[in-house]
C-alpha cells in the first residue's frame, strides 16, 4: 500500500496530487485476521462508536472464556441470551451466530482460501451472510486482506473526501465516482485511504478546499 509506483500513478489525478501532498504517506497497514474474525468485528462495530463497540467485543471474548478470538464452535456454544448480554443487539446476535455457522461450514474462507478469490468473487460469496453487505466486504478485503484495487464508492468518507479535495459543494454519486476511480487502478485501494484522510483532516478544519483545479 502506497508504494512509490501507486503514488506516481495516483498524482496523475490533480485532486488526489492535492491530496496526497497535503496528507502524507501512506500509513495503511492491514491486520492479519481471518476473515471470519473480521466480519464478526465488522458486525459488532456495525452503528456504534468504536470504544462501545471494543468494549462489547472485549465481554463477547471474555465471556467465550478461550486463548485469542473465539472460534466458530465455542459462539456457536454459548447461547443467544449470553451474546445478548455482553451488549450485542438481537439483530447482531443473528448475524454473529450465521456468520459462524456458515464459516464452520466453509462458506466464509479462510485467509489462505481467500487468496486463492478475486476481490468479486469474494464479494459474491459473502454478501448473502446475515448482515453482510458489499461495503462490509470491501472493509474486509482493504483491511484483513490487503487488497490493492478495491474503491469503495459507497462508502460516505470516500466520497468525502473527494468533494473535499475537489471543491465540491456536493458529494459525488457512487456511480459516478466509481467512473472517476477507474483511472486509479490499479491502486484504488491507496487512493480511497487517501479519501479517507482528507475526509477527516477535513473535519478537523486542516483541509481547504481548493479556489480551483
Not at 82 to 90: E, K, P
Not at 109 to 120: F, G, I, K, V
Amino acid at each position: 500500500m502506497g508504494s512509490p509506483e501507486a503514488l506516481r500513478h495516483l498524482r496523475r489525478d490533480p485532486v488526489l496530487k492535492r491530496v496526497i501532498r497535503r496528507v502524507g504517506p501512506c500509513t495503511l497497514a492491514p491486520a492479519r485476521r481471518q476473515p471470519y474474525e473480521a466480519l464478526v468485528r465488522a458486525i459488532a462495530h456495525q452503528q456504534v462508536h468504536g470504544r462501545a463497540a471494543e468494549a462489547i467485543l472485549g465481554r463477547f471474548i471474555a465471556m467465550c472464556d478461550c486463548t485469542g478470538f473465539p472460534d466458530p464452535a465455542t459462539v456457536l456454544a454459548r447461547t443467544p441470551e449470553a451474546m445478548r448480554a455482553c451488549g450485542l443487539s438481537a439483530n447482531k446476535v443473528l448475524a454473529i451466530r450465521d456468520i459462524a455457522e456458515k464459516a464452520a461450514a466453509g462458506i466464509v474462507p479462510t485467509r489462505a482460501e481467500a487468496r486463492r478469490l478475486s476481490d468479486e468473487a469474494l464479494i459474491e460469496r459473502l454478501v448473502p451472510l446475515r448482515g453482510v453487505g458489499r461495503w462490509t466486504v470491501e472493509m474486509l478485503l482493504i483491511f484483513t486482506l490487503g487488497r490493492p484495487d478495491v474503491l469503495p464508492v459507497d462508502d460516505y468518507g470516500v466520497r468525502e473526501g473527494w468533494r473535499v479535495g475537489a471543491g465540491l459543494e456536493e458529494q459525488p454519486r457512487p456511480r459516478a465516482l466509481g467512473e472517476i476511480g477507474q483511472a486509479w487502478a490499479p491502486f484504488r485501494t491507496t487512493a480511497a485511504w487517501y479519501l479517507w484522510r482528507a475526509a477527516d483532516l477535513a473535519k478537523e478544519g486542516g483541509f481547504k478546499a481548493p479556489a480551483a483545479i
